[in-house]
């Protein structure tokens, strides 16, 4: 069983920052790639940030510049650091991990996603 923990979320002032962190744990082989989403009510679930292994990334146009996404490989975490929020990132933010992990057939390569933490960005 692989199990994503994320942490991090909150309330903050426009301008403000908060830092998300997403732990990923359980029988993973590596990490093809780690990401976060976010969803507000009403819309659908939309990338933020994602990251390689390699250390490749790749930012929604609506964040770059205020967002910086890092994984850590050897604690299989992954972090979002975002800066300047504003009220309309406020959303639930979903973590997402693409692994190789061990299954009853051998390894296998399977999308994971994690609870969900809210970010609230508001005077």
């Known amino acids: 069983q692989v199990q994503l923990v994320e942490s991090g979320g909150g309330l903050v002032l426009p301008g403000g920052s908060l830092r998300l962190s997403c732990a990923a744990s359980g029988s993973i082989f590596s990490i093809y790639a780690m990401g976060w989403y976010r969803q507000a009510p009403g819309k659908q679930r939309d990338l933020v940030a994602s990251?390689?292994?390699?250390?490749?990334?790749n930012y929604a146009d609506s964040v770059k510049g205020r967002f910086t996404i890092s994984l850590d490989n050897a604690k299989n975490t992954v972090y979002l650091q975002m800066n300047l929020l504003k009220p309309e990132d406020t959303a639930v933010y979903y973590c997402?991990?693409?692994?190789?992990?061990?299954?009853?057939?051998?390894?296998?390569?399977?999308?994971?996603w994690g609870q969900g933490t809210q970010v609230t960005v508001s005077s």
């Open positions: 990251v390689t292994r390699g250390g490749n990334t």
């Open positions: 997402n991990a693409v692994l190789s992990v061990q299954t009853t057939w051998g390894q296998s390569r399977r999308s994971y």
